[in-house]
Nanobody
Framework: EVQFVESGGGLVQAGGSLRLSCAAS????????IGWFRQAPGKEREGVSC????????NYTESVRGRFTTSIDNAKKTAYLQMNSLKPEDTAVYYC?????????????????????WGKGTLVTVSS
């Protein structure tokens, strides 16, 4: 069974940092993309970042660009989301999700718009 499990969430003061991890199990694919998404209370889920395992190419939503960094350790099948300069508006449940790359011609964003597996999420709370 394929599973993606997020960890690293918690309570942090504004201006602080957290690093989220997304560990895959039962997942023997070498070419994939990992998206990080978040859903704040009363709001729709939004994409935060997307990264390709093959080349580390990543993109970010504008509100986190320059503060968040995503990375992948292919050997460990683990992705990370380093979150710095956190703001109260970053408070949300954060999810990682995977797209299996069948078509390498797809754009990075298209990959993360087409998710095959979801994690269950980890809560990040940023106090002011």
């Amino acid at each position: 069974e394929v599973q993606f499990v997020e960890s690293g969430g918690g309570l942090v003061q504004a201006g602080g940092s957290l690093r989220l991890s997304c560990a895959a199990s039962g997942f023997n694919i070498d070419d994939y993309a990992i998206g990080w998404f978040r859903q704040a209370p009363g709001k729709e889920r939004e994409g935060v970042s997307c990264i390709k395992s093959s080349d580390g190419n990543a993109n970010y939503t504008e509100s986190v660009r320059g503060r968040f960094t995503t990375s992948i350790d292919n050997a460990k099948k683990t992705a990370y989301l380093q979150m710095n300069s956190l703001k109260p508006e970053d408070t949300a449940v954060y999810y990682c999700a995977a797209h299996i790359v069948w078509d390498s011609e797809l754009s990075l964003q298209s990959m993360c718009d087409d998710i095959d597996y979801w994690g269950k999420g980890t809560l990040v709370t940023v106090s002011s």
